[in-house]
């Protein structure tokens, strides 16, 4: 329960994050956008999926990661709801 909890959080997170981009974007970006998107909204599915200034790392269910590089010309925010905390 805990762990379905954890993981609706996360992608919760991933729904309220916000894609902020200032100048041109190149194909890697928009694909990385692209994912998050699909994340967030629930049509991709992963066991989990975080992002930080550098990179989008999506782990598989069977424990396997994939990290995809964001462009040094985004950023993303992410809001994470919370019951009693942010983070387990």
Do not use: C, Q, W
């Not at 194909?27 to 994912?35: F, I, P, S, W």
């Amino acid at each position: 329960m805990n762990g379905k909890i954890i993981s609706v959080i996360g992608f919760a997170a991933l729904a309220a994050a916000l894609l902020v981009f200032a100048f041109g974007v190149d194909g890697g970006a928009e694909d990385v956008r692209e994912l998050v998107e699909s994340y967030s909204a629930g049509t991709a599915e992963a066991e989990a999926a975080s992002i930080s200034s550098h990179d989008l790392t999506v782990t598989a269910a069977d424990g396997s990661e994939t990290s995809y590089d964001t462009s040094e010309e985004e950023f993303f925010v992410s809001i994470a709801p919370y019951l009693n905390e942010t983070h387990p």
